[in-house]
């Protein structure tokens, strides 16, 4: 008989588990996936472009209804689990019933962060991480409502352009002196400003959000240098905090995130955890690669196979605001390295290679980014680069020509 494993959530992680069982574990598992959001799991990634107007809601699903009946997977949507009775091996779902599980998949993201400012609470406040924020985003451009959006980093800034291309005026504030401080260095964040301005979108720095005024709706954002920027809607997209009530709730280890062993094992055995509610070594990732990754492990995990997740190396590969962005390894240039720099303000293109102890350490791409998993590769391999180091800011072709022919 198949043994009952139950996944919670239905986001990008939880559907890659079950794609990744389908293909190493068919039939030992009976699976059933339980999910808050009331519809089919879908690439969230893509919640921008529908955003942009770019992507109908509906074709952003991961696997069609029947995909999900073929792999013998029950679905509950729209459905929340509340508790898991670990001794019982139980898990509760918002209608009092409950599901008895062998294995327990907890995949549960993530939930963004609402500044703890005055005025936070009133009407008009909203965030942007799942579909039924974007249709109310869509309805707020509709009615051409001032928005202000507060936070500079991918999910600010889309939420911004998103905004402004459906007709809304926006203002965006980001606390910091560039947009994506973690991602870009100071000349490609000024490339990508000047690009999202272009775009329609008022770009405030060293903007500290002080307080939102208003009776009972948004009426204006007060900054701590006393600007006041008048707004019928506030959007937080300033972070997001790991969903890991249920874990914590059970008596299960968590920090930030439910904390997981290199199999994704939470401290209770035959509960794991993956995807962005997890911690792994220390770290939360933000990012679909590390769950995509993490689902893979965990799927030879479950099937009886040797796996281990030793983390990931992240970059930075984005179209943010409609701009293309790329950047990896040791961007800044830490004291001893060497920078070779490509800036065309005008063409809207900014390279700039990091190169350390004759390997590339680090890259950040604005505009062209054609050849971003090259210098990924590079990266990563800490390969030497004398032979290629003058053709290698006009990329592969160039550097490589007989080998990319
Ligand atoms: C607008 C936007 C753009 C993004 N762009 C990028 C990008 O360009 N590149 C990139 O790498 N990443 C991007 N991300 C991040 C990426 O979407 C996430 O890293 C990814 O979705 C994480 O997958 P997950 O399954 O861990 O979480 P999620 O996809 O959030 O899924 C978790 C699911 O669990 C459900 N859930 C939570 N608690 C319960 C409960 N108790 N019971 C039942 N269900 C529950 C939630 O409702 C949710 O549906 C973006 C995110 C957003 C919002």
């Known amino acids: 008989m198949s043994e009952p494993l139950v996944i919670v959530g239905n986001g990008m992680a939880a559907a890659r588990l079950v794609d990744e069982l389908a293909k190493s574990?068919?039939?030992?598992?009976?699976?059933?996936?339980?999910?808050a959001e009331p519809r089919l799991a879908y690439n969230r990634v893509l919640l921008s472009s529908v955003l942009a107007g770019e992507t109908a809601s509906h074709d952003i699903e991961l696997r069609p209804?029947?995909?999900?009946?073929?792999?013998?997977?029950?679905?509950?949507?729209?459905?929340?689990?509340?508790e898991i009775d670990v001794g019982r091996r139980e898990l509760k779902i918002e209608n009092d019933e409950s599901i008895a599980f062998s294995k327990l998949v907890l995949a549960t993201g993530s939930t963004p962060l609402r500044l703890n400012v005055p005025g936070a609470e009133l009407a008009g406040v909203h965030t942007f991480r799942d579909s039924r924020d974007v249709d109310l985003l869509l309805t707020l451009a509709a009615q051409k409502k001032r928005v202000v959006v507060v936070g500079g980093g991918l999910l600010g800034l889309e939420a911004a352009y998103g905004l402004a291309k459906a007709g809304a005026p926006v203002t965006l504030i980001h606390l910091m002196d560039r947009l994506m401080e973690r991602q870009l260095d100071a000349p490609a964040a000024e490339l990508l400003k000047s690009l999202v301005e272009r775009k329609g979108v008022k770009v405030l720095l060293n903007a500290n959000t002080a307080c939102i005024h208003g009776e009972t709706r948004v009426e204006a954002i007060e900054l701590s240098d006393g600007r006041r920027i008048d707004a019928d809607a506030v959007i937080f997209a300033a972070g997001i905090r790991p969903n890991v009530a249920l874990a914590k709730d059970a008596g299960i280890s968590v920090n930030?995130?439910?904390?997981?062993?290199?199999?994704?094992?939470?401290?209770?055995?035959g509960i794991f955890a993956l995807g962005e509610c997890a911690e792994h070594r220390g770290i939360?990732?933000?990012?679909?690669?590390?769950?995509?990754?993490?689902?893979?492990?965990?799927?030879?995990?479950?099937?009886?196979?040797?796996?281990?997740?030793?983390?990931?190396?992240?970059?930075?590969?984005?179209?943010?605001?409609?701009?293309s962005v790329f950047s990896a390894g040791d961007f800044m240039g830490a004291e001893g390295t060497e920078a070779i720099v490509l800036?065309?303000?005008?063409?809207?293109?900014?390279?700039?290679?990091?190169?350390?102890?004759?390997?590339?350490?680090?890259?950040?791409?604005?505009?062209d980014v054609g050849d971003a998993l090259?210098?990924?590769e590079l990266i990563r391999k800490q390969q030497p680069i004398a032979r290629i180091r003058t053709d290698m800011m006009f990329g592969r072709s160039l550097a490589l020509p007989a080998e990319a022919a």
Do not use: M
């Open 25 to 35: 574990a068919l039939g030992r598992y009976a699976i059933a996936v339980i999910g």
């Open 65 to 82: 209804a029947d995909w999900w009946r073929d792999c013998g997977v029950t679905l509950k949507y729209g459905c929340f689990a509340t």
């Open 256 to 269: 930030r995130g439910i904390v997981v062993d290199d199999v994704l094992q939470t401290g209770a055995p």
């Open 284 to 323: 939360c990732y933000g990012l679909v690669e590390p769950a995509y990754e993490q689902a893979r492990v965990l799927a030879r995990h479950l099937a009886g196979r040797a796996a281990a997740y030793e983390g990931s190396v992240v970059a930075t590969n984005l179209k943010v605001s409609g701009v």
């Open 343 to 367: 800036n065309d303000a005008s063409g809207g293109t900014y390279k700039k290679l990091v190169i350390s102890g004759g390997r590339l350490t680090g890259a950040v791409l604005v505009g």
């Open 374 to 376: 090259w210098y990924l």
